[in-house]
């Protein structure tokens, strides 16, 4: 994993001083909220509805088990004993007070973590496959790639204040576990007729107010021309993206304004201006950065799997985590363990202090001291052997994280919504929740299946409604929450944006009415299908039928 250098040390060092001098300005009223407003956001704090929140970047979603630990300690030390995983892979606290913030961010400076490019009109943390390294299908590990684009992107000059926040995201796979083409600018490592490596660029995704997915930019980018390509990609945004409104404001109203292939002319026409080999990065320095990402020291594993299978049978509870849980390694022997953040009574994404600790403990004892967080506000163990699998399950159960519901109906992306939110409309945390022990029983979720239901708090969109299966939004009218439904929306290697399905329902009729559709679909499918199978063979109307059955 990647480590610091000098001048990482000194510049987050030197952030922190500095911020700390801002915030006792603030606290004594030198500064006022307006003026404080853009220092704080720059540091990853926000002023939510109750209270400030501070989020905390995890560059593509990987950390070591100190830094959890360390996590931990400020999630007890300064807030209510818990930490909140985001879609973007990072970690979110969400009741530190002003004055102890500064003290957070030189706590976290010690395990060489901070909270800078995590808000504001900057490229934010670039997130990455939470599988990376350790996936069967990838080229390569996506992760020196997204290290590459951290450095570059730090405080770039030309791009500090962006017409809108940036996102961007990188897979190696053909199965596309980082929801590339949600993103601004989506990232595909590819291999072209000659083997060689390079990059499939995607532009002008994103949810929020606009959904769009991502269009091709350039099928094959050469390694050594990704960060000019994406300087190009950057300025032709920066200099024609709209700043009159900021609604309209992002890359993906941009390319759908003057259309994909005027678009990639102008990007194509800023590229041949470009000072030859401007930040060309030399293979000196990708190997340099790839070399932080060595493989752990794998073992020799005997495929040998008749303990485990025994194990299985005679712990029926253990056999479904297994076949729900776990992911398969590109090392025999080898798991992937992904642990579900989604108990079937709690706020998903959220993580007690004490239970962070028990997975620190695990990835050292199992999984070579390496943690992962997921866009699906997850946690993976990457690197955990198949004979020691009863023994990490053993460990999560003892701290409420086995549950075993990994891309089942109960495994719910979801905002923070109204309970923390200033901008929200409505709650999606008790949505999440009802809808969850409607379906908490692990043979029905079994027999459904894959399922991604995503929740959104308002039409921002931070829970991803529209790409899930079945999405939900949160609005407001009359001082009345409601909820809107879309469907056969995914965030996948297929990603499409869900249909809308008409007008909203109460808490209580989107349940019911969610139960019906999943009914129906058990009833409906054909052989194997999933949920958005069956949804894209019979199209929206059978299930629009069964949903406002009693509306």
């Known amino acids: 994993m990647y480590r610091y250098d000098e001048f990482d040390h000194q510049f987050v060092q030197s952030r922190t001083t500095q911020f700390r001098d801002q915030v006792m300005r603030r606290l004594d009223g030198r500064l006022t909220e307006e003026q404080f407003r853009p220092l704080r956001l720059m540091n990853g704090l926000y ?3 109750h209270a400030y929140m501070l989020r905390v970047a995890v560059p ?34 969400n009741w530190p007070e002003l004055v102890n913030v500064p003290s957070i961010l030189d706590d976290l400076a010690e395990v060489e973590m901070h909270a800078i490019q995590t808000s504001g009109n900057c490229i934010r943390n670039v997130t990455s496959d939470p599988w990376a390294g350790a996936a069967q299908d990838e080229v390569e590990d996506p992760r020196p790639t997204c290290e590459l684009l951290r450095q570059w992107s730090s405080l770039h000059p030309e791009f500090t204040f962006l017409p809108r926040k940036f996102k961007i995201a990188v ?28 990059y499939h660029i995607y532009v002008g995704g994103g949810l929020g107010r606009t959904p769009i997915i991502a ?20 300025r032709v945004y920066n200099r024609y993206g709209r700043r009159d409104n900021k609604y309209k404001a992002r890359i993906k109203i941009l390319v759908q304004e003057t259309g994909i292939e005027q678009f990639r002319c102008n990007v194509e026409a800023e590229y041949a201006a470009m ?96 943690i992962r967080f ?25 701290a409420g994280l086995a549950a075993a519901n990994i891309n089942k109906i109960t495994d719910i992306i979801c905002c923070p ?34 399922m991604k239901i995503k929740i959104s708090g308002c039409i921002n969109a931070c829970g991803h409604h529209h790409v899930g299966h079945i ?81």
Not at 215 to 234: G, H, I, Q, T
Not at 477 to 500: H, I, N, P, R
Request: aromatic share 8%; proline share 3%.
């Open 171 to 198: 897979t190696a796979s053909e199965n596309d576990r980082a929801a590339i083409r949600a993103h601004d600018i989506g990232i595909k490592i590819v291999r072209n007729a000659a083997g060689e490596v390079g």
């Open 374 to 398: 997921t866009h699906e506000q997850n946690v993976v163990l990457p690197h955990v052997k198949r004979s020691e699998a009863l023994a990490v399950y053993d460990g999560l159960k003892a």
């Open 60 to 93: 593509y979603g990987t950390l070591r088990s100190d830094q959890l630990r360390r996590l931990a300690d400020i999630g007890e030390k300064y807030d209510r004993g818990y930490g909140h995983v985001t879609t973007r892979q990072n970690m979110q606290f």
């Open 47 to 49: 002023l939510q509805l």
């Open 275 to 370: 000072i030859p080999a401007d930040i060309t990065v030399d293979a000196e320095e990708l190997e340099r950065i790839a070399e932080y990402f060595s493989p752990p020291k794998f073992e020799a594993v005997s495929q040998n799997s008749g303990e485990i299978e025994a194990q299985r049978k005679a712990d029926p509870e253990f056999a479904r985590w297994c076949n729900a849980n776990l992911g398969e390694h590109r090392m025999a022997g080898y798991a992937i363990v992904n642990v579900s953040l989604k108990p079937i009574k709690g706020a998903p994404g959220d993580i007690t202090s004490e239970q962070m600790r028990v997975v620190a403990d695990l990835a050292d004892d199992y999984s070579f001291g390496e």
């Open 215 to 234: 269009k091709s930019l350039n099928d094959f980018v050469p390694r050594d021309e990704l960060l000019n390509y994406l300087e190009a990609v950057m």
């Open 471 to 551: 999405g939900i939004l949160g609005l407001e009218k009359s001082g009345v929450e409601f909820y809107q439904v879309t469907l056969g929306g995914d965030a996948t290697e297929t990603a499409t944006v869900g249909d809308k399905t008409g007008k909203g329902f109460s808490q209580d009729e989107l349940i019911d009415g969610i139960e019906r559709m999943v009914d129906f679909y058990i009833e409906a499918r054909e052989g194997q299908e999933r949920f958005l199978d069956t949804y894209r063979r019979m199209g929206i109307a059978p299930f629009k039928e069964v949903l406002y059955a009693d509306h």
């Open 417 to 450: 919504g109204m309970d923390y939110c200033a901008l929200a409309t409505a709650r999606s945390i008790p949505v999440s929740q009802a809808i969850a022990q409607r379906f908490a029983d692990p043979e029905r979720q079994t027999v459904i299946g894959e």
